[in-house]
């Protein structure tokens, strides 16, 4: 029951340490995040929860699009590659094309072999264009691509020559070059340069074959890892969010059993009130009905003093009466339901004054009426607070010639106004003024002046229900101000 | 000459009851009450039935009823008084200790002609139940017979 009273950011505090007592070796540096956590508020808690998700999701996007990148570009020079390596395999079969087509030239002389040799001449700028391209961002394979270049032309070269020589001086003059060839060297280097290039060519498809499995591997095993952390971290907002609501929830349902005793408890108290304004004033009717009864019946046979018992008889059961009434109207202060309006306190004094009319009869006041500014409040209690302040100047005056009570207001500061009655009446002695205030408390006996001690009990009920304090200053035989606050109207709650 | 409409006075308390009774006396109208003490008594008469079968027929000329009574309470009597068509037409007063502001409320709701409240001062209450008599026995003129 206690844990009730504890404020809300208090509560999950609690139940943690309860839960520590359920696990039997929380490390201590858990427990103190899990403190750290739980002090933040249910929002802090979503939106860190929210902002590692995000942060989360980042950091894997951002390595999962450069391993992409990487695929990306491995595929574009995989494509080059395979490019590459076909070009070599058609440069290869044409250059052998047209070798042995040459050697076949020079052996018969048939212009016809010479057509494939031809071709190679017409399309090797191309080749050699196609090849270049293909190698321009690998140095190696670039340089090897100069030295093929060189040696073609210098085979074609050699070729064009054995052909010439052919044509002027017949089969004897290019025997030996029909047998091995016109630039046996170069093919031979040509051949080898070729398969160098092919063979590294290879060696950087595997490489690169290679690095796109790991690449592929690394952002699978990445994206799954993310989503388990992804998980982890919205199971945890869950289990924060679930564990804020569980309090939520139990603080309503306390809140909501306590507000059902109150409701109880408030009813038991009006039945109570019922019950004093009904049966306690009926003794107190026949008390003195009868009283009156038997004064009247038996009036002339009774002596003075039998007459004054009578007669206090009745006036202690009036007095009673009124107790009840009074303290009636203060039970029910604290419980009627206050309206919140405009009071112009101006009119409300000056029918105050008029109600109080036929107590001022016989009367030297001289009276102060300030202006007062207007509040916000509930009029019908806000005149009960000014009826019983002027009513008690008045009633404390009651000893002096001329009278003087005194209505104003002092600003008291931005947020509230302070209303003030000063009386030169009897005063009081400033060691009492605490009971001032208090119910049934009096500083006056009964034969001085009459009073149940309810109405100042009232004025405090009433001020404070309207968020303003109540105080009094006064000095025996010297006067006393009684004082109070009112809420400007922005700040009334 | 004309029967005089009694005056109906639901009072469980007998003192109350007296001291009504001798507020009245002063103005000579006391033995036009007839005094129940109960909400019980207060509907047998009304209807003429148990210890009244054999009364003059007729409505009183009011009804003054406390609101706190044994058996049947004044709230509920005056809810039967006012939602039969015979005897809606009868003024009811409730004459009560009761300022709660639920049972004032309550009363008017249900058709209550007047509510008093009663005070603890002997002679403002003469004052009020004399006063009360007088008005509604003698100077307010009662619905017609059969209405």
């Known amino acids: 029951m206690e844990s009730v009273t504890q404020e809300h950011p208090v509560a999950p505090a609690l139940a943690q340490s309860e839960a520590g007592h359920d696990s039997p070796a929380p490390t201590p540096k858990t427990g103190r995040l899990m403190e750290w956590l739980t002090h933040w508020s249910i929002e802090r808690r979503v939106l860190a929860g929210f902002g590692l998700v995000f942060a989360g999701i980042v950091v894997i996007s951002a390595i999962s699009y450069s391993n992409t990148a990487v695929l990306i570009e491995n595929s574009r020079l995989d494509t080059k590659s395979h490019e590459l390596l076909q070009l070599l395999g058609s440069v290869g079969e044409a250059l052998s094309a047209a070798e042995s087509g040459h050697r076949r030239y020079l052996v018969t002389g048939d212009e016809s072999y010479l057509r494939s040799y031809r071709t190679l001449v017409e399309q090797m700028p191309e080749y050699l264009r196609y090849l270049r391209g293909l190698t321009n961002e690998e140095a190696d394979q670039q340089s090897r691509v100069e030295t093929l270049e060189r040696l073609i032309a210098r085979q074609l070269k050699a070729e064009a020559d054995a052909i010439t020589q052919r044509e002027n001086h017949g089969y004897q003059a290019v025997r030996h070059l029909a047998l091995s060839g016109a630039a046996k060297n170069e093919l031979e280097q040509i051949q080898r340069l070729m398969t160098e290039l092919d063979s590294a060519e290879q060696r950087a498809l595997v490489l690169r074959v290679a690095q796109s499995a790991g690449s592929t591997k690394n952002t699978i095993a990445l994206l799954g890892l993310g989503a388990l952390m992804q998980l982890l971290l919205l199971a945890s907002v869950y289990f924060l969010i679930h564990h804020d609501v569980t309090e939520r929830r139990r603080v309503a349902t306390e809140l909501q059993t306590r507000g059902e005793l109150l409701e109880a408890a408030n009813k038991e108290l009006e039945a109570f009130s019922y019950s004093v304004s009904h049966d306690l004033r009926a003794p107190l009717r026949h008390i003195d009905g009868y009283a009156a009864l038997l004064s009247k019946s038996a009036g002339e046979a009774l002596n003075d003093k039998a007459r004054r018992y009578l007669q206090t008889i009745s006036d202690s059961a009036k007095q009673m009466g009124q107790l009840i009434d009074d303290l009636l109207v203060f039970s029910r202060m604290g419980r009627q339901d206050m309206l919140r309006t405009t009071v112009n306190l101006d009119q409300l004094v000056k029918t105050v004054l008029h109600d109080l009319r036929l107590d001022l009869q016989g009367r030297t006041i001289s009276w102060t009426i300030q202006p007062l500014p207007p509040v916000l409040g509930d009029p019908a209690m806000l005149r009960q607070v000014f009826v019983n302040l002027i009513a008690n100047a008045v009633k404390f005056t009651a000893t002096r010639p001329e009278a003087e009570i005194t209505v104003g207001s002092t600003n008291g500061s931005s947020s509230e106004v302070q209303i003030f009655i000063r009386d030169n009446g009897v005063g009081f002695d400033m060691q009492y003024v605490n009971k001032l205030f208090g119910v049934f408390q009096r500083l006056h006996r009964n034969d001085e002046f009459e009073g149940t001690g309810i109405g100042l009990a009232n004025v405090r009920r009433i001020i404070h229900r309207h968020g303003g304090r109540t105080w009094a200053e006064g000095a025996p035989d010297q006067g006393a101000t009684f004082c109070f606050s009112l809420p400007l109207a922005r700040t009334l709650r | ?147």
């Open chain 2, 1 to 147: 000459m004309t029967t005089v409409k009694p005056i109906l006075l639901a009072e469980d308390n007998p003192r109350d009851a007296e001291l009504a009774l001798a507020a009245m006396e002063e103005h000579h109208i006391a033995d036009k009450v007839v005094v129940c003490r109960d909400g019980a008594e207060v509907l047998d008469y009304l209807y003429c039935r148990g210890i009244f079968s054999t009364r003059q027929e007729g409505n009183p000329v009011v009804v003054f009823l406390d609101l706190k009574m044994p058996k049947i309470n004044g709230l509920e009597v005056l809810r039967t008084i006012k939602s039969d068509v015979n005897l809606k037409p009868i003024p009811v007063v409730m004459l009560t200790s009761s300022r709660e502001e639920s049972d004032l409320a309550q009363s008017y709701a249900l058709g209550a002609n007047a509510y008093v409240v009663k005070p603890v001062e002997f002679h403002q209450f003469i004052t009020a139940v004399k006063e009360l008599g007088v008005f509604w026995g003698v100077i307010n003129e009662p619905p017609p017979e059969g209405s």
